[in-house]
């Protein structure tokens, strides 16, 4: 297999490149992702504990304002969630519960769900008070342009100030330990795996994670096939390859076990060339 030109900014087919996303896309590129650094003192739990964590409020959210378009894409309406104060506080109030906590009191199971609704709710809050805004991208506290927020202190919990990057890289995945923790956790860009419209619970976890793996593997978004000897993948499949693998081919073998019959057909038979793509424009209609 060979690949080409990664981290390009690839929209549908036909439709324009939006100004500004290449930049964004081959700064992330050119940095690459953050290290999975295990943040210390995370990694306990209480396994005796039954108690679960209200995550009612979320739900609401996800039913009112999760958008899913027939193409398979769920968009967010980030313009009807921040014009509504209600709403909005009912969004506050349930990032405040959640910092009231300290997950580490919790079963594993518990905590899993916690830190992916947190990380999800965070990151719509994080897009509605700076909403308008064309892409996540241009939300950021430095000077350096199109970092995005996920560097910059955004919560306390349990009395640690923490960023949006260490909850998912020093937590969820040196933790968990599971690919399909890319599925679960939303970036707020349309070539992201979709924010569902059910929060994550300790029940629901593992049939979340397969369904958002199948979704995603089986969508354009994540694997486009271009000719028969040309594909385009997500960049994530680049840039967090050591998660499913840590090779190309490791890639394939990873799509290959959720694609449909067809596409893992064709992807068992692949050597052609991969391409990377990512759209950063804002998943909203």
């Known amino acids: 297999m060979k690949t080409t030109a ?21 700064l992330v590129a050119a940095c690459g992702p953050p290290e999975v650094i295990e943040l210390r003192g995370w990694n306990a739990s209480d396994e005796m504990n039954t108690a679960t964590i209200d995550h009612s409020a979320w739900q609401e959210i996800l039913e009112t304002y999760v958008d899913p378009d027939p193409s398979g894409v769920n968009f967010f309406d980030y313009a009807g969630l921040s014009g509504s104060p209600s709403d909005m506080g009912k969004l506050a109030g349930y990032l405040a ?20 609704n947190f990380y999800n709710a965070l990151t719509v809050k994080v897009i509605v008070d ?9 939300i950021h506290e430095g000077i350096v342009p199109l970092t995005g927020p996920w560097g910059d202190v955004r919560t306390r919990i349990a009395g640690q100030e923490m960023t949006l990057d260490e909850i998912e890289h020093g937590i969820l995945r040196p933790i968990w330990r599971d690919p399909r923790i890319h599925y679960a956790v939303n970036c707020a860009a349309y070539s992201c795996p979709n924010l569902g419209a059910t929060a994550f619970t300790a029940a629901n976890t593992e049939e979340l994670l397969e369904a958002g793996a199948h979704a995603y593997a089986n969508d354009s978004r994540g694997v486009d096939v271009l000719a028969e000897d040309a594909i385009a993948l997500s960049s994530i499949y680049e840039w967090y390859a050591v998660d499913f693998g840590g090779t190309e081919s490791g890639v394939i073998e990873h799509l290959i076990s959720y694609a449909n019959e067809e596409l893992a057909a064709f992807l068992r038979e692949f050597e052609g060339t991969i391409e990377y793509r990512y759209d950063w424009a804002l ?3």
Do not use: H
């Open 130 to 138: 700076a909403y308008p805004v064309d892409t996540i991208l241009n």
């Open 97 to 116: 519960s959640l910092e009231a906590i300290d997950p580490r009191d919790f079963a594993r199971v518990e905590q899993f769900a916690y830190w992916v």
């Open 283 to 285: 998943n909203e209609r």
């Open 6 to 26: 990664a981290g390009r900014d690839w929209t549908r087919k036909g439709w324009p490149r939006r100004a500004g996303l290449l930049a964004g896309t081959l």
